[in-house]
């Protein structure tokens, strides 16, 4: 039982054929759900992602706490661009507030197509508020750190 | 056979939390920090050290100004809870 940055297997499947829409405002809701390990999850159940993951599913995700609400936060798009002869795409910065919540990784799911998996993030240890703030920050969105790049 | 090479990537995101309410202007100032400037461990000494320097006078703008705009932000609401009636409130948050 453990959760590995990975670009899911599925995701990469299904850009080719078309399934999922990156742009603001007219694209798809993807929404970004924090997982727990350990049995640190809801009903005490524990988190499995990677790149085998194919689609959102409520094992090993926290509890509701403050504005975190199973399901997760919906994501807000930023464009996809490019620069040289690299494509990628960013969201904005989500925050949860005054929220009890111990994580150890994150799913991105595309919610308006059947909670396909995008990809599985690993903090790299577990992150904890308590009655306070939970902020996921991506990387500057630049051709050499955006979260999704395409080479 | 003609092949074309590609990759994609997932990179990794930064996790702030805080106890016992928001985030500091310390945290938020290093979240904004993250954003606007990036010094590569790879950049030749005389730049890097540059860039470290100015980084660091951005840095305590930065953080004056979110600061400031935290006193701002209370001293309204300070006042529309005054306003409302609610003296013992508005001086609780004041006092914040």
Do not use: W
Request: with cysteine; charged share 15%.
């Amino acid at each position: 039982m453990a959760i590995t940055q990975a670009m899911c297997t599925s995701f990469k499947t299904e850009l080719l054929t078309g399934t999922h829409n990156f742009t603001n405002s007219s694209g798809n809701t993807f929404k970004l759900a924090l997982f727990a390990i350990g049995g640190g999850g809801k009903s005490s159940t524990t988190a499995t992602l990677g790149a085998s993951t194919t689609a959102f599913t409520t094992t090993g995700e926290v509890a509701s706490s403050g504005s975190y609400t199973t399901g997760g936060g919906a994501l807000t798009n930023v464009t996809p661009t490019s620069s040289g002869t690299t494509a990628f795409t960013d969201f904005t910065d989500l925050s949860f507030t005054t929220a009890t919540i111990t994580a150890r990784g994150a799913l991105i799911y595309n919610s308006s197509a059947s909670n396909k998996a995008v990809a599985a993030l690993d903090f790299g240890g577990d992150k904890a508020s308590t009655s306070g703030t939970f902020t996921i920050q991506f990387p500057t969105a630049n051709a050499s750190s955006a979260i999704i790049r395409i080479a | 056979m003609v092949s074309v090479g590609a990759g994609i990537t997932v990179m990794s995101v930064n996790v702030s939390t805080s106890d016992g309410g928001g985030l500091s202007a310390d945290q938020i100032t290093d979240l904004a920090m993250d954003k606007i400037l990036n010094v590569a461990s790879t950049a030749p000494e005389p730049i890097r050290d540059q860039a470290i320097a100015f980084q660091e006078n951005i840095r305590v703008v930065l953080k004056e100004y979110i600061d400031l705009a935290g006193r701002e932000e209370r001293a309204t609401i300070v006042q529309k809870i005054r306003e409302a009636g609610q003296q013992d409130l508005a001086d609780f948050i004041r006092r914040i």
